[in-house]
């Protein structure tokens, strides 16, 4: 039986990185709270918010393959979420110049009907360089990475901004951590190369 795949978000950089895998899929935005719960770890964070995404999409769709990720910024043990506002962004970047921030990426892959779940996370740890805020705003004006989390694309301008990334899968930092999703949906009999 081939089952169906979703990937229960609304991100485009998670659907388009998705895409990479040549697998047919469809998107669907899980309707939860995505707010911290008290005395919960960055970490812990991701990966409850990984799960409930999952769960839900997964309650419409019981038969079908369902993947649920989140990513949270830790900067020395607290949660930076997407800035969503120009003058945000700019804090940001001005509390993460010249230290290292840990992006928690986790991810749940379940199917409801077969009673599966794999969950895993992937840390990548990002090295801004000391910024100065002529080259925050001139990043901030030319890339408006309000959508991400910690406020800088990697994947475009904001890798200028940086010293160093160390993970142990290259798009995890984008949003979704391709070689261990791979490795889970082979573990759900799914066909990859």
């Known amino acids: 039986?081939?089952?169906?795949?979703?990937?229960?978000s609304s991100s485009k950089y998670r659907r388009e990185l998705l895409t990479r895998l040549q697998l047919n899929f469809r998107c669907e935005a899980p309707q939860i709270d995505e707010s911290p719960k008290k005395g919960e770890t960055p970490l812990e964070?991701?990966?409850?918010?990984?799960?409930?995404?999952?769960?839900?999409?997964?309650?419409?769709?019981?038969?079908a393959i369902v993947i649920g990720s989140d990513q949270v910024a830790d900067?020395?043990?607290v949660a930076i979420s997407k800035p969503g506002t120009h003058d945000k962004a700019r804090a940001q970047l001005r509390s993460m110049s010249g230290k290292t921030i840990v992006f928690h990426t986790a991810v749940c892959v379940l199917c409801e009907e077969t009673a599966q779940t794999l969950e895993f996370a992937v840390p990548t740890s990002?090295?801004?360089r000391e910024l100065s805020p002529a080259e925050i705003e001139r990043y901030l004006i030319a890339e408006e990475p309000y959508d991400?989390?910690?406020?800088?694309k990697s994947e475009g301008l904001g890798i200028s901004l940086l010293k160093r990334i160390e993970s142990s899968d290259p798009t995890a930092l984008i949003g979704l951590p391709l070689?261990?999703?791979s490795n889970a949906l082979r573990q759900f009999e799914m066909t990859l190369p």
């Open 126 to 128: 990002v090295e801004f």
């Open 1 to 8: 039986m081939t089952r169906s795949l979703y990937l229960a």
């Open 179 to 181: 070689i261990e999703v």
């Open 45 to 63: 964070t991701c990966q409850r918010l990984a799960r409930e995404k999952a769960v839900a999409v997964a309650k419409e769709h019981p038969g």
């Open 75 to 77: 900067v020395e043990g």
């Open 148 to 152: 991400c989390a910690g406020s800088a």
